[in-house]
């Protein structure tokens, strides 16, 4: 096991296991993390997990954690690997088995107090439109043509069919859609599985969440991302369900079996990974891309969803208020080709972010006109208790983390550790005592999503904004949730 010992402090916010901590390391391991964060993370494997990725062959500057890190296969959760295109390797595990798991933010102009008579119902209506729980299916089912289409065409599919709008597609990260994404590389087996899948929640940390904006911090760029004080919102948690997590079962599978021919000594076999231009990096590269779009597709049918709901709950007493905007859109596990600036030269990478957020600063091309002058919004969602938080991305994030900051709270307990604490009807009793309705399924998810169960949001949030990497622009509590 990493001890403190083994950290040398950088800054207040950065700690680093050199290189010369282990001989098959290329770079240094650097941690996101205060003091006390510190003693949090160094209860798991998580930082050892950080100096395997640190082995990977092509890996730039260091392999990189962000303060929610816990420990992941094969990658921590909160692991980011920038590792060079041209004779480098991918991952799955740098990816994570629920490809493209993601958040967006819907913003609504109804304010709190104006909807506290109508929320019940609200909430209710919300959970009864939008399927939920481990292996649920969806109103939409599409063929395998079809289904082949939203593969490969992503967000550009749902607007064809118009269940996203053009100013949607815009506010959504690669613009919802990765042109590598080959169906043709994608199994039968997943494909049934996703099928009727698009327009879920799935299980686990995924949900749909009704929000108020309980405090501004940044105001001129709030007005930029359309939010103020009292309003509310709609974040949306998931992924690619049942269809990515059999792409990436049926991946890991063809490289374990290249293992020996390729000759590769892991310092952890579930950290397995593929030459980029090897026929398997190719075609892991293009099934996850093709995962990646439909995740992009499932978040937008379930923001159709809430949109009519919103419409048919709403519309008569508010009008155009009830009108639901995307703000944006964006992946937490997802592996893509990226450029930057290293060592005055520019660099293609193949940018791995598992459980771990993109953050671009201000005037980068990849992030919408709109956005353009105040910085990419970054959304990082709390626990069912505790707030979210939209951040801005920062020029600082580009060029120490590769564009890249922490994804939510991050866990402390394992799902079955929080089971053995506390039981879900209680939680779900505690919440309501305090105003946040829950509703979900099983008592035994809402157990293993309890606050406790994760880290103090406030904390991780904070070592990201004082590290420079982005600027607090707004905090939301949670007024209902809807789980998987």
């Known amino acids: 096991m990493i001890t403190k010992q083994n950290l040398k402090k950088i800054t207040d916010y950065i700690y680093e296991i050199p290189k010369e901590f282990r001989a098959d390391m290329r770079v240094p391991a650097r941690v996101y993390a205060d003091e006390k964060m510190l003693d949090v993370i160094l209860n798991d494997r998580s930082l050892e997990q950080a100096v395997n990725v640190a082995t990977l062959p092509g890996i730039l500057k260091y392999s990189l954690a962000m303060p929610d890190i816990h420990q992941g296969y094969g990658f921590p959760i909160g692991g980011v690997a920038a590792i060079k295109w041209e004779g480098g390797v991918i991952s799955p595990g740098g990816v994570g088995y629920d490809i493209n798991c993601g958040v967006r933010l819907l913003i609504s102009q109804i304010t709190k107090p104006e909807l506290d008579k109508k929320f019940e119902q609200l909430i209710d209506a919300l959970f009864g439109a939008v399927p939920s729980g481990l292996g649920k299916s969806g109103k939409l089912k599409v063929s395998q043509e079809e289904l082949d289409k939203v593969l490969a065409n992503g967000l550009d599919w749902a607007v064809d069919k118009g269940f996203a709008t053009k100013e949607d597609k815009e506010c959504c990260e690669e613009k919802g859609r990765i042109l590598a994404a080959d169906p043709g590389k994608v199994s039968i087996q997943a494909k049934k599985r996703g099928h009727d899948q698009i327009g879920t929640l799935g299980s686990g940390n995924h949900f749909l969440e009704v929000q108020y904006v309980a405090k501004i911090f940044e105001p001129e760029i709030a007005k930029v991302f359309g939010l103020f004080k009292n309003q509310i919102v709609i974040m949306i948690h998931t992924g690619s369900r049942g269809l990515g997590h059999q792409v990436c079962t049926d ?234």
């Not at 293009?286 to 009519?308: G, K």
């Not at 155009?320 to 592996?335: G, P, W």
């Not at 353009?372 to 990082?380: M, T």
């Not at 020029?395 to 394992?414: D, N, P, Q």
């Open 251 to 484: 991946h890991i599978r063809v490289l374990n079996r290249k293992l020996y021919d390729w000759k590769l000594k892991l310092p952890d076999r579930e950290l397995i990974y593929a030459p980029l231009d090897s026929a398997e990096g190719k075609d892991y590269f293009a099934a996850m891309s093709a995962a990646a779009n439909f995740a992009w597709v499932n978040r937008q049918y379930l923001t159709y969803l809430t949109r009519e709901v919103f419409k048919e709950e709403l519309a008569k007493d508010f009008g155009d208020k009830a009108e639901l905007k995307l703000v944006y859109d964006l992946a937490h596990n997802i592996a893509k080709k990226e450029t930057y600036e290293i060592d005055s030269q520019k660099v293609e990478v193949c940018m791995h972010r598992k459980g771990a957020t993109r953050a671009f600063g201000p005037d980068n091309f990849h992030i919408p006109e709109i956005y353009k002058k105040v910085g990419q919004p970054v959304l990082i969602p709390g626990t069912m208790g505790s707030s979210s938080f939209i951040l801005a991305g920062m020029e600082k994030a580009e060029s120490e983390t590769f564009g890249s900051v922490c994804h939510g709270a991050g866990r402390r307990l394992s799902r079955s550790a929080a089971k053995r604490q506390v039981s879900g009807r209680q939680i779900k009793d505690e919440l309501e005592k305090r105003g946040i309705l829950i509703r979900c399924a099983s008592f035994s998810d809402i157990a293993e999503e309890a606050p406790l169960a994760y880290k103090d949001v406030d904390s991780v949030v904070n070592i990201v904004v004082r590290a420079g990497l982005a600027k607090k622009v707004a905090q939301m509590y949670p007024l209902g949730v809807v789980k998987g």
